[in-house]
Structures are given as C-alpha cells and as structure tokens.
C-alpha cells in the first residue's frame, strides 16, 4: 500500500484487539544473509509476560545493525512462529515505508515498560 492508497475497508474494533501488540526492546540484531531478500535477525525482549522472541526484519536500507540494540519497537506477539529459510520467526516487528521505500520500525515514547500492550 502506498500513503495515497485510499483506507482499507472498515473492520469491527474487536478484531483489531485479538492482535496483540506489544513494546519490546531489541537485545540484539544480526545479519541474516540467507534470507531472499536482505534482513537481520532480532532478539527482543517483551517483559515476563511474553518474554525474549526472535524475528526476521526486512529493515537493512534504514539500519545499521550496530544501531540496533537498545531500540523501543512494538511488534504483534500472537501471530503463529513463521519459518523464514533456516530461521523461526517468532513476532511481526511493525514499521512503515518511508519516501524511499525504506521500513521504518514504530516504537512508542515515554517510559512505557517492555510488554506493554497497544490500547
């Protein structure tokens, strides 16, 4: 979808909220240089409610993997794990395209703790 693109047809609040998206924090992030299209691997930490996930993140056009570690992002934790070539995918990290095409991850301000869920 392109940010001229007009809404996408109205859905019910309720399904929605069965998403669960939570605030994490990235602990660590790696090449991942099997993947079809270039990635990193993330490890992320959501509280003891969820705990430490693993993701695939298609974001190596706007991040250095050095500037990684310590960012806030919100990610949906209850999606199914997804097999990406030898890597299990544990939860959907949420960004948008920036003007380049670039994936810019969302995070939250403040100090909202890790695990803390979208409202």
Do not use: W
């Amino acid at each position: 979808m392109s940010p001229h693109d007009p809404p996408a047809p109205e859905i019910d609040p309720e399904v929605f909220f069965r998403a669960d998206i939570r605030l994490g924090t990235i602990l660590s992030a790696e090449a991942f240089p099997e993947a079809r299209k270039p990635a990193y691997k993330l490890v992320i930490d959501f509280g003891p409610g969820v705990g430490r996930k693993k993701s695939s993140a298609q974001i190596t056009e706007a991040y250095a993997l050095e500037e990684l570690p310590g960012r806030r992002v919100l990610a949906v934790v209850n999606f199914p794990p997804r097999q990406i070539g030898p890597f299990m995918s544990e939860v959907l990290v949420l960004g948008v395209h920036d003007a380049s095409g670039a994936v810019r991850l969302l995070g939250a301000d403040g100090e909202a703790p890790d695990g803390a869920r979208v409202c």
